[in-house]
């Protein structure tokens, strides 16, 4: 069988076909995904809980006309920041080929964070426009 390749397992076969040579899975899921997922859900959930608690606590105070809605999509933004990203990617890993997919992943997140976030506020300004209208 011989040895794997660097940053190559070893999986079970999927079907008879397969079986005698198995097949080979590059371990990307893990560093793509989990940079998307660190950006995209991440940075919001944590901006998001220590605003809350911030408030709760009466440490801060939201601004007048300021509500959570745009507080959430300001944090949804908040997953842009790849600057960060990009440079711990590089610290992180010495391999070119996970490099590449974390930076893929990076890349991936602060797209999804910056069309979610836009999109969440377009639609909270709309719906703040029609509620000024009929009052």
């Keep these: 069988m011989g040895d794997f390749p660097k940053g190559f397992k070893r999986l079970s076969p999927v079907s008879h076909s397969s079986s005698e040579r198995g097949f080979y899975c590059y371990n990307l899921k893990s560093v793509g995904l989990g940079c998307l997922l660190g950006l995209f859900i991440g940075k919001p959930v944590g901006i998001t809980l220590a605003s809350y ?3 709760r606590t009466d440490v801060a105070t939201l601004p007048a006309n300021v509500r959570w809605t745009h507080i959430i999509g300001a944090e949804m933004l908040g997953g842009i920041g790849f600057t ?7 610290l992180s890993f010495v391999d ?3 490099l590449n997919y974390s930076k893929l992943g990076v890349l991936l997140g602060s797209i999804i964070s910056a069309c979610t976030g836009l999109i969440f506020l377009s639609f909270s300004a709309y719906r703040d426009s029609r509620s000024y209208e009929e009052a």
């Design 84 to 90: 960060m990203s990009l440079f711990i990617s590089g």
């Design 53 to 55: 608690l911030a408030v």
């Design 96 to 98: 070119a080929q996970l």
